[in-house]
């Protein structure tokens, strides 16, 4: 938590709080590897899908 709030350049209680309310919206728990993954790929997709797009 603590590495990764310092590299996006937030609070490390934001970046909980941000990963709270995430999992209370989607139901996606980021603590397991099934749902990590299912994040990490859906947002690699978003990615490239709107780098296609310009």
């Keep these: 938590m ?3 709030s310092k590299k996006l350049h ?5 970046l909980k ?3 709270a309310k995430f999992q209370e919206t ?3 728990s980021t603590k397991n590897i099934d ?3 299912l994040v990490y790929i859906a947002s690699f ?3 490239k899908l709107q780098n ?3």
Excluded: P
């Design 35 to 37: 749902g990590a993954i």
């Design 26 to 28: 989607t139901n996606i």
């Design 2 to 4: 603590s590495l990764t």
């Design 10 to 14: 937030i609070h490390r209680n934001t």
């Design 17 to 19: 709080y941000r990963l």
């Design 45 to 47: 997709l978003r990615s």
């Design 52 to 54: 296609a797009q310009k």
